[in-house]
């Protein structure tokens, strides 16, 4: 008698029990693994602060990116691997060693850093992807044929990661972006390997329970980032005034409002979604993997705007610091269109509006001082948050009444 895949992997010496209630519990394995992006967050919005400048943006972007990259493929794959499991348990804590030495490689990344960032970089990548592909070979060998394909596209960009390593400025930027480019397209392309064949996203059986609160607790990172930042700045001022304590009401409701937008309406959505998917890789790949992006980047820019307009409030508003107070909510609400248009099939009007509302702001920009505008922003963002409550709100009030 031939086992079914689920008693194959309750049996398995790595793999989640599927069809339980543990399924798509998130360990304190990974809770703690984490840990690490906490300084990651911090590293990357310090370093973008400091070089602040259209080379600057390019660079930390990349350097997010490529954040991201690791963050999400190990959850991904945490999504069948059973982090209580010793094997799993290891494989996690090397990760965050490795992470560690990755998150020290930042600031320094286009100058004498980029060997150490290039090579724990590509140690994470490959490591975790060749870890997953052994340990399902007997247990699920689909998906490690699809994990065995991973490893290949990663030992692929690895080429461009090392090299880019050896040459300096511009040369280092064109190699990593090439690295980085094959590594975002191999999904799209099937993982295809000539010999292995390609991948479809009805491979990819994931727990939408377990996507969703993995990146949601990263949101929650990014945004602890904007907190941090706040309590840092006022805490390094001389004298703490009315006007000052004003302006840290103003940037914590800044923060909270973009909590208010992304958990109130959506996270829940896109779990519920993705458990009762015929599709459920398609939906997460395009929720959770890509869509979260501009999320993660809108909310790290938030971070650097609330540092520039707290740390100097008054005088003429510069574009470095009306880009980032402007261009932080921008993307963060970009990001949110996609990801909720992923789950719901239609762009939130209030998102658009917001949008058009905050481009507009760039006219006062010749008029106003640094924590004008910063305010402004912020009464753009909690307009969106409130608009979406009252249209969630009529609608399901609409469909109580229908039913």
Same mark, same amino acid.
Request: charge should be negative; glycine fraction near 8%.
């Given at each position: 008698m031939t086992a079914t895949n689920d008693e194959r992997f309750a049996t398995s010496a790595c793999l989640r029990a599927r069809g339980t209630a543990k399924e798509g519990k998130v360990a304190f394995a990974e809770l703690f693994f984490d840990l690490i992006?906490?300084?990651?967050?911090?590293?990357?919005?310090?370093?973008l602060a400091a070089h602040y400048s259209p080379l600057g943006l390019v660079e930390a972007a990349l350097l997010m990116l490529a954040i991201w990259w690791v963050w999400i493929y190990t959850t991904w794959a945490t999504n069948w691997l059973d982090p209580e499991k010793s094997p799993v348990r290891i494989l996690l804590f090397v990760l965050?060693?490795?992470?560690l030495m990755l998150s020290i490689?930042?600031?320094?990344?286009?100058?004498?850093? $980029?060997?150490?960032?290039?090579?724990?970089?590509?140690?994470? =990548?490959?490591g975790r992807s060749a870890f997953t592909a052994y340990v399902m070979r007997r247990d699920w060998p689909e998906n490690s044929l699809n994990f065995t394909r991973i490893?290949?596209?990663?030992?692929?960009?690895? #080429?461009?990661?090392?090299?880019?390593?050896? #040459?300096?400025?511009e040369a280092r930027l064109a190699m990593w972006i090439i690295a980085l480019g094959l590594e975002y397209a191999s999904p799209a392309l099937g993982f295809a390997v000539p010999g292995l064949g390609r991948s479809t996203v009805s491979d990819w059986q994931v727990s939408g329970e377990h996507m969703a609160e993995r990146c949601a607790l990263f949101v929650i990172i990014c945004l602890g980032e904007t907190i941090l930042v706040t309590g840092r700045t006022v805490a390094g001022m001389e004298l703490l005034d009315g006007f000052t304590?004003?302006?840290?009401?103003?940037?914590?409701?800044?923060?909270?409002?973009?909590?208010?937008?992304?958990?109130?309406?959506?996270? $829940?959505?896109a779990a519920h979604l993705i458990e009762h998917s015929a599709t459920p890789g398609r939906i997460a790949r395009m929720a959770f993997t890509y869509a979260h992006i501009p999320i993660v980047a809108g909310i790290i820019l938030s971070a650097v705007a609330e540092e520039f307009a707290l740390a100097h409030p008054h005088g003429h508003?510069?574009?470095?610091?009306?880009s980032a107070i402007l261009g932080g909510p921008i993307v963060f609400l970009l990001g949110n269109i996609w990801f909720k248009a992923?789950?719901?099939?239609?762009?939130p009007l209030s998102h658009i509006v917001g949008i058009a509302a905050l481009l507009a702001l760039s006219?006062?920009?010749?008029?106003?001082?640094?924590? =004008?505008?910063?305010?402004?922003?912020?009464?753009?963002?909690?307009?969106?948050?409130?608009?979406?409550?009252q249209s969630l709100k009529s609608t399901r009030a609409d469909a109580v009444a229908k039913a």
């Open positions: 992006f906490v300084l990651t967050i911090i590293q990357l919005s310090h370093s965050m060693f490795l992470g490689a930042i600031p320094t990344a286009f100058e004498a850093g $980029g060997l150490l960032f290039a090579i724990t970089y590509v140690a994470m =990548q490959t490893t290949v596209w990663t030992l692929f960009s690895a #080429v461009f990661w090392i090299g880019g390593a050896f #040459v300096e400025h304590i004003f302006m840290l009401m103003t940037a914590f409701l800044s923060t909270a409002t973009m909590w208010w937008i992304y958990f109130r309406f959506g996270h $829940g959505e508003v510069d574009a470095k610091t009306a992923a789950i719901r099939g239609r762009s006219v006062l920009v010749p008029f106003v001082e640094p924590y =004008q505008l910063f305010m402004a922003a912020a009464a753009v963002l909690f307009g969106v948050a409130l608009w979406e409550f």
